[in-house]
Each structure stands twice: as C-alpha cells, then as structure tokens.
C-alpha cells in the first residue's frame, strides 16, 4: 500500500486559511486520494476526495499537484470546531476501498 | 447520518474471556469494516467484508474473527481477550463508491 507523508501538527488562527500538506511519492495510478478528519472523542468522518483534478465541496478543497505524488487540503476559513486530526489516504478501489491511515496532521485552531 | 450503530458502546471485560462486538447499519451497504484504534497507531483494518459470508482479513486481523450472516450485521469476536486488545474499536460502511461512514465507536478495556 503507498504511503502518505503528513507534518504531525500545525497551527491555524481562526478565520484564516489552512493549507494541510500531504506527499505520496509512491502512488499508483489507480490510487485516489482521500482526507478524512476525526475531532476529539469521535470517529472519522469523510472530509474530502480527487483523482487528478482539483475538487471543491462544503467541507473544503483539494488541490493535486500535477504528478500526483503531493496534494494538500485547504480549509478557507478555519473555525474552532475544525480542531481536528486529518488523515492524508491513498485508497485503491480495486481493494475493497480499504483504507490505511498514517498518523496523520493535528490542526489546533487558535481564536 | 449513515444510520451505523455499535454495540455495546463501552465494555469492560477480563483477560480471556470471549467478546463480540457488534456493528449494525440500515442501508444494505455491501462493504463493512471493523478499525482499531490506539494511541500513537492511529486506526489499524482488523477485518472487513464485501458482502454476507464474504470477508477478509486487515492489517492487524490475529486474535479476531468476524462474521456477516445479514447484510445490516457484521461482527467481531475477541475469541479470548488479552490485555493489548484494550482499544476503541470502530465500524464503517461505504457509502457510495467512495466515502467510508464510521460509527460512534466501542471502547474495550481487558483486564
């Protein structure tokens, strides 16, 4: 399973944007790329997910580099309750879907 | 809301005693999946299933078993606790063809 490489905290100040990097050196091309974020006392919860091209929705954005081997989810306007962990995952369809988290990134939100 | 539940929620049990986790959904999905998660490890696949009778085994799948004998149920026995199975154990289902949807949680402690 290619791995994903993620900073182990950053902080963010409320209201500003946040730039969450993620590097996969080693996917596939098969392999999408998915965000998933879990608050505190809570199981994971679906945040995001692209293959090639960038992608928007409520939560955030995804923007992929042109390789695939780095992407990074951007929140436009960090709100307290965005506090979170968030987990960068390489998952290939063609495997049941399986996921394989990594430590993934803690975002502390700062009012 | 995916409509997965998991019970019990919080079990406290003794060293080699058997225990089954169960995990219950209501909107026929095919693919189910059982996490652990512990501190400093994130979440680890145990097991999961494509379909009823049909499973697999995960990263960390010695020490469990599951079983899929109805759609809406996936289970997951400890057939004789020890101590390193203490963890939050979570569910999920896929929704979709790509987002997983993970369920509150079951946090096990063996004594």
């Known amino acids: 399973d290619a791995k994903t490489t993620q900073p182990n905290s950053m902080e963010s100040n409320e209201e500003e944007p946040v730039h969450l990097p993620c590097n996969h050196s080693?996917?596939?091309?098969?392999?999408?790329i998915h965000w998933y974020r879990q608050l505190p006392s809570q199981g994971p919860e679906y945040v995001i997910h692209?293959?090639?091209s960038n992608v928007n929705n409520r939560m955030a954005s995804l923007a992929i580099a042109e390789d695939r081997k780095s992407s990074t989810l951007i929140l436009h306007r960090a709100t307290l309750r965005d506090a979170a962990v968030y987990y960068c995952?390489?998952?290939?369809?063609?495997?049941?879907?399986?996921?394989?988290f990594g430590q993934g990134t803690e975002l502390s939100v700062k009012p | 809301d995916a409509g997965i539940t998991q019970s019990p929620r919080h079990k406290v049990t003794e060293t080699g005693t058997p225990v089954t986790l169960r995990c219950h959904q209501t909107e026929n999905h095919r693919y189910m999946y059982w996490y652990r998660q512990d501190p400093g490890h994130g979440l680890r696949l145990i097991h999961y299933s494509y379909g009823v009778k049909d499973t697999d085994k995960g990263e960390v799948s010695d020490g469990y078993s599951v079983s899929r004998s109805k759609t809406e149920d996936f289970l997951l026995t400890l057939e004789s606790a020890t101590s390193s199975q203490t963890s939050v154990y979570f569910c999920a289902i896929t929704e979709g063809r790509y987002e997983q949807y993970f369920g509150p949680g079951t946090r096990l402690t063996v004594t």
């Open positions: 995952i390489l998952r290939d369809n063609n495997q049941g879907g399986k996921l394989i």
């Open positions: 692209g293959l090639t």
């Open positions: 080693t996917i596939s091309g098969t392999d999408y």
